[in-house]
Nanobody
């Protein structure tokens, strides 16, 4: 089993930056493919970014490409989401997710989820 805990959310102004962290426990972290998703009220949970076990492969949603960067530090059992040039439409609850099979962009493919952390971007 895998436990995931996100941190780093908060309130920022448009154009600002924020870095989210997700700490994993319960399984060898380097065996996990990791992803970030977000969900705003009334909307489906949407893909944000994903990273392979050692970071060789990264995927980004078109809406965040060039602004967000996913990375991981396997020695710290942690995955990060660096968010720059934030926009009000980035406001959502951000979730960290993990799976053991492959790098994926579909939420249904992930097996483990964190509790979420709120990101609010003001104009």
């Amino acid at each position: 089993q895998v436990q995931l805990v996100e941190s780093g959310g908060g309130l920022v102004q448009a154009g600002g930056s924020l870095r989210l962290s997700c700490a994993a426990s319960g399984r060898t972290f380097s065996s996990l493919y990791m992803g970030w998703f977000r969900q705003a009220p009334g909307k489906e949970r949407e893909f944000v970014a994903a990273i392979s076990t050692y970071g060789a492969t990264k995927y980004y949603a078109d809406s965040v490409k060039g602004r967000f960067t996913i990375s991981r530090d396997n020695a710290k059992n942690t995955v990060y989401l660096q968010m720059n040039s934030l926009k009000p439409e980035d406001t959502a609850v951000y979730y960290c997710a993990a799976e053991s099979r492959r790098t994926a962009v579909a939420a249904a493919e992930y097996d483990y989820w964190g509790q979420g952390t709120q990101v609010t971007v003001s104009s």
